[in-house]
Structures are given as C-alpha cells and as structure tokens.
C-alpha cells in the first residue's frame, strides 16, 4: 500500500535551514505529482509546494524565494529545501500524493530563537 515518511524536521533558529525528505512505497514515485503541506498549531492544512512528475513547481505565496522542492525519482524521494526560516513556518509538514490527504505522521519544524 502507498507509503509516505517524512522526516528532517527539528528545532532551528529564525532565518535557518532545514531540508526535508519523504520517502515514498508502494505506488509508482515518478508518475505522480507529490505536494507538501502544513498544519500549523491550531489550524487547518496549508498546501506549500508541489512537483509534477515532469519537474514543475509551484509555490504558496507564504513560501516563495525562500523554500524549493524536488524529487529523486531514482531514489523514490521527495525533497523540501526551507531557508530564511520564519516562526510563522511553525508547523507539522506532510507531503502526500497527488490529490490525495496526507497519509504519514509528518515531521515538526519548529522555528524559535
């Protein structure tokens, strides 16, 4: 069955780096357009990013110029580069598959000094 872990979240100091991945199983990686979202405390899901299986991207406006996402289809991977990091990026992220709900646990990233 589809499998989605996220991971490479952590504690890290406004305007700091963290680089996320989600490893992917069970469903073919590189057809499908894979996006990240968030769940900041106390609010609902927020879409942040996605890739085509062609390599386009789109960005949430909140994001744009300062995170990049990609993918390793060799690798079944899914990749979310986040610098210049805001508290307001405070959030569990997920990353999920086409236009399907998230499925794993997430990974936190918090942005505290």
Known sequence: QVQLVESGGGLVQPGGSLRLSCAASGF??????????????????????RITPSGVKNYADSVKGRFTISRDNAKNTLYLQ????????????????????????????????
Not at 82 to 107: F, H, I, R
Request: overall charge positive.
């Open 28 to 49: 073919t990686f590189s057809s499908y357009q894979m996006k990240w979202v968030r769940q900041a405390p106390g609010k609902g899901l927020e879409w942040v990013s």
């Open 82 to 113: 986040m610098n210049s990091l805001k508290p307001e990026d405070t959030a569990v992220y997920y990353c999920a598959k086409g236009a399907s709900d998230p499925q794993g646990q997430g990974t936190q990233v918090t942005v505290s000094s």
